[in-house]
């Protein structure tokens, strides 16, 4: 039986062997979870790159810039890390291409690219995840992005709630990362939203707008979509 | 209100800054619940040393060695890492100073050094702890010795049942690591043993002996003693 390991920090890969296996990337808040809203919405790929300048410069080729830095949007570039950034047609995105660069987010899938394949999580397309997983029945790390390195809740509740669905056909007993977060995930699951407005993450975004986010940002199987990161970019599979 | 914050692991101990902080390392199976009982049975001090061959050497200056890797007593030295080598009576350590090194207790004390004070941590001191912690009123940071680097539950428990006791005075919302380990420690409270026989350390370790020390070192209360690193040295304040 496969398994099912979690890491809750980038800062930790160094412990973890991606080799033969599919690294799941999350980052709740929002990076991951804005990534999968644009692809939904139409955009043709994503270049995830580390730094702002580099992000602005890919403008040049055509590309739509979303940058967002200490949860902000960037100056200077055409959309944040908001999921609503794809979805309030302020910015025409279908059939653009879009260079993101996120604190942690973007840290994260690099750090993951020696994985078989790097599929990118959130809970709105958790089932499409799901289904790849089981098709590909091979051992699963899911690499949390984490807030500046450090453990953070809601990427914690997604790997459970992964974890959770996956329970019958992988070994999710064999780590106290995913017995921790399985447990954390049946806590929080009543009422997710709920749960995180307690974070640390959650109150640092303190303001309607991120509530708004947080809410849609929790909401599972909205979009049946599972993007790849490979060659330097992510696209749909 | 101080703060207390948790590092679930040293790996991740550049993340924090312990300065002007009280630090609280643990390793619940086995090397800090070890420690504490080998204090409280009158152990003058303790020397933790990272290498085995620099255990073995300070037997020539009059130690006890004591040393474990991957859970089993090394080989050539007095004691293995389980509390009982401190009680069943076979070694006689009372007035003895003890050198001792074990896989991952010994690399969370020397990180975390930077700290005003490192404080050794176990459920069978957690009272005593508890009130020294109160009366120091500093900012504190649980630094989880973890497996191999990685997050493992019975440290996380512990500075859960640490964070529950120190709520009234101490800010435990500001950190997801916290909210985490609060949330496991109330899961896990109403039967600490039960809930690790699940963990994968406590699998690792399975047989009747480890067991046996499991559920000793999950014992609360039981030593009224404060140890601390300092000088190279733990001793009782």
């Known amino acids: 039986m496969p398994t099912l390991d979690i890491c809750f920090s980038p800062e930790l890969l160094p412990l973890y062997n991606l080799t033969g296996r599919v690294a799941v990337v999350v980052d709740i808040l929002r990076a991951t979870s804005s990534i999968v809203t644009a692809l939904a919405q139409g955009v043709a790929h994503l270049v995830p ?6 992000c602005r410069a890919l403008a040049a080729s055509g590309y739509l810039t979303a940058a967002e830095r200490d949860g902000r949007q960037a100056e200077g570039v055409d959309l944040g890390n908001s999921p ?33 394949t790097v599929v990118v999580g959130a809970f709105l397309n958790l089932a499409a995840v799901v289904a790849f997983l089981r098709q590909q029945n091979k051992d699963i790390v899911v690499v949390c992005a984490g807030w500046k390195g450090k453990f953070c809740l809601e990427d914690t509740l997604y790997a459970g709630a992964l974890a959770a669905r996956l329970a019958d056909t992988f070994d999710t007993t064999d780590s106290d990362a995913t017995l921790a977060a399985l447990d954390l995930w049946h ?26 986010d947080m809410e849609f940002c929790v909401r599972p199987d909205v979009y049946d979509i599972v993007p790849v990161f490979q060659n330097g970019r992510i696209e749909l599979l």
Chains 1, 2 share one sequence.
């Open 49 to 54: 790159v580390s730094e702002l300048a580099e």
């Open 84 to 116: 609503f950034g794809y979805l309030d047609g302020l910015v025409l995105v279908r059939g653009r291409k879009v260079a993101i660069t996120t604190t942690n987010g973007t840290r994260a899938l690099h750090l993951s690219q020696t994985a078989d």
């Open 187 to 212: 806590t929080a699951a009543p009422d997710v939203a709920s749960y995180l407005l307690k974070s640390s993450h959650v109150r640092r975004l303190n303001s309607l707008e991120s509530h708004k």
